[in-house]
């Protein structure tokens, strides 16, 4: 199992511009999120989805939208790309939701620099 | 609401020495415990976990016991090497708050030989 995977590693964006963040996993997870790591603050959820087709809001949402169209993906879309949203981005993904314990494997990050 | 707040870092030790790092929680409900550890470059890994009032997790060689008297889920090992170096992330679900994980701020720690 090649587990979750994030592509591209790297993105240089400006001021504006869109982009999608590739997420993908083999594991059959029915649970995928999305998050993103900033100096001193933890990791913050961004968004989330309970199976295909069925995705929710995070704590900070605004700026990014996800779809679920199949178990394995769960992209997020960047729609005007900002300075603030400079950051690291991780996908995780699992069996269930982590309020039953599961474990959440993530992918390695998605590092985003937007000038 | 849910939050989680771990003692600040950096954290620097030698090798052999005594590892501990302070997470406390606040939350509604019941949640699980979690602590979870990012090796530079790497996405996070999950290292243990509890799931209900004075559960003990444990994995290599590292221990968390829940406490709820204190809300407390303080991460200890009694010999580090220099392998753990990393950054230590406490976390919660909370079944209460549609079970979303709720992260600290993280601990980076340094293992010097």
């Known amino acids: 199992n090649a587990g979750v995977t994030q592509t591209p590693k790297f993105q240089v964006l400006k001021t504006g511009q869109s982009m999608t963040l590739q997420c993908a996993q083999d594991m059959n997870h029915e649970y995928m999120s999305w998050y993103r790591q900033d100096p001193g603050m933890g990791l913050r959820l961004i968004h989330y989805s309970v199976g295909a087709g069925i995705t929710d809001q995070g704590e900070v949402p605004n700026g990014y939208n996800v779809s679920r169209s199949t178990t394995e993906d769960f992209p997020l879309r960047l729609l005007s790309a900002a300075p603030s949203q400079t950051s690291v981005y991780f996908c995780?993904?699992?069996?269930?939701?982590?309020?039953?314990?599961?474990?959440?494997?993530f992918g390695p990050g998605t590092r985003l620099t937007v000038t | 609401g849910d939050s989680v707040t771990q003692m600040e870092g950096p954290v620097t030790l030698s090798e052999e020495a005594f590892l501990t790092i302070n997470c406390t929680y606040t939350?509604?409900?019941?949640?699980?415990l979690f602590w979870y550890v990012q090796y530079p470059g790497e996405g996070l890994q999950l290292l243990l976990k509890?799931?209900?009032?004075?559960d003990k997790g444990s994995n290599k060689g590292f221990e968390a016991t829940y406490r709820k008297e204190t809300t407390s889920f303080h991460l200890e090992k009694g010999s580090v090497q220099v392998s753990d170096s990393a950054v230590y992330f406490c976390?919660?679900?909370?079944?209460?708050?549609?079970?979303?994980?709720?992260f600290g701020q993280g601990t980076e720690l340094s293992v010097k030989p």
């Open positions: 995780a993904s699992s069996y269930g939701s982590p309020s039953g314990s599961y474990e959440q494997y």
């Open positions: 976390a919660l679900s909370d079944y209460n708050q549609g079970g979303k994980l709720i």
């Open positions: 509890a799931t209900k009032a004075d």
């Open positions: 939350a509604t409900g019941y949640p699980s």
